[in-house]
């Protein structure tokens, strides 16, 4: 008998999910109350649960079902310059008011790459189906 228990699988979220108003701003807000993380360990942590994925038991897929293939995270957050980490601490910025973002990001696989993490990592932020929905084409991300 195989004691190995079963993958737990984490559909990706849709651009249509990513770009929506409502589903980023919680998204963003979860993303921020991580703040024992700094931008570079944002990068590590992305990169740690892709290379882990397999003794995490876990599973990436689109939202046909279809595997997600696993970028190279240098190629997602470049190390040039840095890039990579310039653009988490933008993502990270709060507005004036100091509710909402600064920056409505539209780089959909670095922000599906946040929203995996934050899938993976965080217990409040999960996608059910008798979570509310933002409209009737999709689920809308996390609560």
């Known amino acids: 008998m195989n ?3 079963l993958p737990r699988v984490i559909f990706t979220a849709t651009p249509d999910q990513l770009s929506c108003r409502r589903c980023y701003i919680h998204l963003w807000s979860t993303a921020v109350s991580l703040s024992h993380l700094s931008s570079a360990g944002w990068i590590t942590a992305i ?7 397999d003794v995490l038991h876990i599973q990436i897929r689109r939202p046909n079902g279809e595997l997600f293939q696993v970028p190279y995270i240098f190629e997602i957050f470049p190390d040039d310059n840095e890039a ?5 601490s933008n993502f990270r910025k709060v507005d004036v008011k100091g509710k909402k973002p ?10 599906t790459c946040i929203e995996l993490l934050l899938q993976a990592t965080v217990a409040k932020y999960i996608r059910h189906s ?3 929905r933002c409209s009737s ?3 809308p991300l996390g609560w």
């Open 47 to 53: 990169e740690e649960l892709f290379r882990d994925l």
């Open 130 to 132: 008798d979570t509310p």
């Open 84 to 88: 990579g980490r310039r653009w988490v």
């Open 3 to 5: 004691n190995q228990s």
């Open 137 to 139: 084409t999709h689920m």
């Open 102 to 111: 600064r920056y409505h990001c539209r780089c959909i696989l670095k922000l």
